[in-house]
């Protein structure tokens, strides 16, 4: 059974890039047709998808974000990571990954990473 | 864009009753409709994928209906379980992906 599990650090100053690294289990990160995404969550709002690989490298960003996200996959390690560059407190939230196949809904879901912008 | 908007934000619906949430699109996304749950803590769950096939596992009390820009997810008989929020997600623009703000259904 799939399994996606988040980590990185809880806690990045402002103006810094935040990394966070997704572990997939169960399954093969270069399975045909799936791709692996981020969506975050701040606190007491609703879900906003930031972008999602391909395990080819192929990457799909949300316009809001693109000009400070980078995903990236390693197939060696069975992960993929987010980078998201000139943080600000506004970039507070959880932070999930998820896997979905085609262009087609989230399946299956990370339980999630809080990460706090503050100096 | 495409901007989803649920309605009502907040449903207050006593256990075993039924409840009708809703989703609309700002322009068609055909058939390409999810909906999530939420529980406080949790990450979100598949509920319905294509509109209106249930994920594996979920409950039969689950439905969902609706394509184009107008959209539904029914919960026959409410339980304890249920109350959380839940969103809609459009997937017909990949690549990029919307939710709605979501709808939390309360115990009344």
């Known amino acids: 059974q799939l399994q996606l599990q988040e980590s990185g650090p809880g806690l990045v100053k402002p103006s810094e890039t935040l990394s966070l690294t997704c572990t997939v289990s169960?399954?093969?990160?270069?399975?045909?047709?799936?791709?692996w995404g981020w969506i975050r969550q701040p606190p007491g709002k609703g879900l906003e998808w930031i972008g999602s690989i391909y395990y080819s490298g192929s990457t799909y960003y949300n316009p809001s974000l693109k000009s400070r996200v980078t995903i990236s996959v390693d197939t060696s390690k069975n992960q993929f990571s987010l980078k998201l560059s000139s943080v600000t407190a506004a970039d507070t939230a959880v932070y999930y990954c998820a896997s979905h196949y085609g262009d087609d809904a989230f399946d299956i879901w990370g339980q999630g990473t809080m990460v706090t912008v503050s100096s | 864009e495409i901007v989803m908007t649920q309605s009502p934000a907040t449903l207050s619906v006593s256990p075993g009753e039924r409840a009708t949430l809703s989703c609309r699109a700002s322009?068609?996304?055909?058939?390409?409709l999810a909906w999530y749950q939420q529980k406080p803590g949790q990450a979100p769950r598949l509920l319905i994928y294509g509109a209106s096939t249930r994920a594996t596992g979920i409950p039969a009390r689950f439905s969902g209906s609706g394509s184009g820009t107008e959209f539904t997810l029914t919960i026959s008989s409410l339980q304890s379980e249920d109350f959380a929020v839940y969103y809609c997600q459009q997937y017909n623009n990949w690549p990029l992906y919307t939710f709605g703000q979501g709808t939390k259904l309360e115990i009344k």
């Open positions: 322009q068609s996304v055909s058939s390409n």
């Open positions: 169960g399954g093969s990160i270069s399975s045909s047709s799936y791709y």
